[in-house]
């Protein structure tokens, strides 16, 4: 159990390093304007809600195994 979680870590690690390096994270908040925490937490809210979304219809439209 605890190899899989180090495994998943370093997978994820490499993907926010490989994004960082592109420029990846600057894009996403050189476009973020507000100073209200309270809008940013909506929009951030709203972004994840809508990836979630998108990776499981993924999930469903595309069959592994």
Not at 37 to 51: D, E, G, I, Q, Y
Not at 53 to 63: D, N, R, Y
Request: net charge negative; charged share 10%; with cysteine.
């Amino acid at each position: 159990e605890v190899s899989e979680i180090v495994f998943f870590l370093l997978g994820a690690m490499t993907i926010v390093e490989i994004v960082d390096t592109h420029g990846g994270f600057k894009l996403v908040t050189d476009n973020i304007t507000t100073q209200n925490p309270r809008l940013l937490l909506w929009v951030v809210s709203a972004f994840t809600a809508l990836s979630l979304h998108c990776c499981s219809t993924l999930q469903s439209m595309v069959k592994f195994g």
